[in-house]
């Protein structure tokens, strides 16, 4: 059965857990691409600059099959491992954890540096807005201009939004749609034997 709805959080968010003198600074963001990812992790090199490590997990899309840990020096499996396994356990996808580390001068071990890196992803997360999303696909559709307002007024009733307008010889809309009412939405556009469906679509906005 398709995932029609996925969890997320809806603002940047961080926290701070300290362990024998060293800094954990978690930094949560909400993300669509690893543009995204790039951008904000550099960022946090250039602004912590003082920092000895910057690991960071991540995971994308609405199935979530895209992902990393990435240790940064730390020892392998941890820091990146731990950062991602509380970004599961919160069942969040297009989230993006950063724990920037200052180094107190204590050596931590793998078990002490794997329950920090958690720690801290797991504060930042408890605190985070999560918001669950309607999974979304796009489509586009063309009809005469008479029956426009029709089409516009059945995405509505379906949660649909029209992204895309080419108002010409006749009307091209491209309207993203729940997954959940997609199909229904076809139907009734069908329905009406005035609206035509041309295909799936796929903007560049909905790229992972």
Known sequence: MAIETYKTISAPIEAEFKDKGSRFIAFAYPVQTVADIK???DFLRETHHKARHWCYAYRLGTEGMQFRANDDGE???????????QIDSAELTDVLVVVVRYFGGTLLGVPGLIHAYKTATAEALAAADIVEKNVE???RIRCEYPHLNDAIRIARQHQGMVVQQDLQLDCALTVRLPLAAYDACIAAWQHTRQIHIEADAAPEEDAV
């Not at 020892?75 to 396994?85: E, F, Q, T, V």
């Open 137 to 139: 696909k796009t489509i």
């Open 75 to 85: 020892p392998s499996g941890s820091a990146g491992r731990p950062i991602l396994g």
């Open 39 to 41: 951008q904000h992790v």
